[in-house]
């Protein structure tokens, strides 16, 4: 085959490539969309079943995040022996039926269940596609393609703010009768209205070829091995310093992404604002913060990775957390509406920026047959630590501290905010020390 053949051919593989992150970046907006919705609709649930704010930070954080994280490691592990597109196909349309769910429930224990189906079908999605990514690009382009996969995260976190408050808009005075489940207030009505492009993107996943894996682990024979939990977790801990710190810094970071689920009923209850308007006023710094950030931390580490700088992702880990912190704390105190969207911004693009470097350093670090394992253990210590406390420190002190007392909310966010960031920092730091002896020595 001449050269110029197998250019094309190359060239093909990687524009397929492409259209696969863009997939399965869809898939990671619906996610998102489907996991931040409920933070829209707060007042109303719980009007609807006499919830206090700690009751629903249960809702939006342990009920999702525990069983996401419980079931990250076993699909880690079906990540690394099984079909991941099918894997991938199957999440999405689990925790679409499990969103349309949340509106049809009828009280605090079934929202709380079909919040724990949200997650059990989410905990499928990256640890899957962190590693079909890992196979269809080469090293030097990773980091962007995990930049343009996570930037579902802020589309659809994004459009439930932006097209979450519209909805809900329109539909404020609709009803539904259906049949078994009897009327539906406009707000489950939204949930079922999201549910709904799920189903039809686990179908188009299920086209997705399923490339051969690469860079595999072998033994002293040269024969490849197969990785058991017990192998990834001896590999962890003869590394235990870097990696226990990257996951629980990176964990810590996360409490800022995730009390965000906070920030449109702040809004609405500190400028007594409609859901049309903290919607946008959220969702769109959400959008143009978050890609920001992600587009620039993405090309930061595909540069940085050509030319040679193996410790780039934890390097701009540590440093992005030192940049979240003084928006986290000073926005929700603000006076003025649009310095606090001007904060939200801030806040968003830091946040993004690290975002993969979690899963870009495990792909430096750790052999093929061993990823999906270790990327689900990072998203396990991102659950037990940023999507549980996230929501839940916000809404307890609001709760407990405050009495849920007029114009709190933003104290309680500043509070939360300024508790978790000096550990973020010292971890990531000790961790980027850790990493650049294991990965430079290892190399």
């Known amino acids: 085959m001449s050269s110029e053949n197998v250019q094309i051919g190359e060239q093909k593989s990687l524009a397929y490539a492409w259209g696969v992150a863009i997939c399965l970046s869809l898939g990671y907006a619906l996610s998102f969309l489907d996991r931040e919705l409920l933070s829209m609709v707060i007042t109303p649930v719980k009007e609807s079943f006499g919830l206090s704010d700690f009751q629903v930070s249960l809702l939006l954080g342990p009920a999702f995040a525990i069983f996401y994280t419980v079931m990250g490691v076993p699909l880690g592990w079906a990540a690394d022996r099984y079909n991941r597109t099918k894997l991938v196909a199957a999440g999405i349309a689990l925790w679409s039926v499990m969103t349309a769910f949340c509106g049809l429930s009828a009280n605090f224990i079934q929202i709380f269940i079909a919040r724990i189906g949200v997650g059990v079908g989410e905990a499928v999605l990256t640890p899957s596609s962190v590693s079909l990514l890992s196979d269809y690009f080469p090293k030097n382009k990773l980091p962007m393609a995990l930049s343009i996969y996570s930037i579902g995260l802020f589309i659809g976190a994004g459009m439930a703010g932006i097209g979450g408050g519209i909805v809900l808009g329109v539909l404020r005075d609709v009803t539904w009768t259906l049949p078994f489940f009897g009327t539906l207030e406009y707000w489950q009505i939204v949930f079922l209205i999201a549910a709904t492009p799920g189903i039809l993107l686990a179908v188009i996943i299920l086209s997705i070829r399923e490339p051969i894996r690469k860079e595999m682990a072998v033994d002293e024979a040269g024969v490849e091995q197969t990785a058991s939990f017990s192998m990834a977790f001896s590999y962890m801990w003869e590394r235990k310093k870097m990696f226990l710190c990257l996951f629980i810094g990176g964990s810590m970071v996360a409490i800022i992404q995730y009390q965000a689920y906070w920030y449109p009923e702040h809004f609405m209850r500190n400028w007594d604002w409609t859901p049309a308007q903290a919607g946008p006023a959220v969702g769109t710094p959400t959008i143009f913060g978050g890609i920001a950030g992600l587009l620039l931390g993405g090309y930061y580490m595909s540069h940085q990775s050509k030319i040679g700088n193996k410790d780039v992702a934890l390097k701009l880990a540590f440093l992005s957390a030192i940049g979240i912190g003084i928006p986290a704390v ?17 806040v968003k693009f830091f946040v993004a920026m690290p975002l993969i470097a979690g899963t870009t350093a495990i792909r430096m670090a750790v052999p093929n047959q061993m990823r999906g394992q270790f990327t689900a253990m990072y998203f396990v210590a991102v659950g037990l630590v940023g999507a549980t406390l996230g929501p839940v420190m916000p809404g307890y002190i609001n709760t407990y501290i405050f009495g849920e007392g007029t114009g709190t909310l933003g ?5 939360s905010a300024a508790m978790t960031l000096p550990f973020s920092t010292t971890l990531l730091w000790i961790s980027w020390g850790e990493y650049k002896k294991h990965v430079f020595n290892d190399a």
């Open 411 to 415: 104290y309680a966010l500043a509070i």
């Open 330 to 346: 000073i926005m929700p105190l603000l006076s003025s509406s649009s310095m606090a969207i001007a904060g939200v911004t801030m």
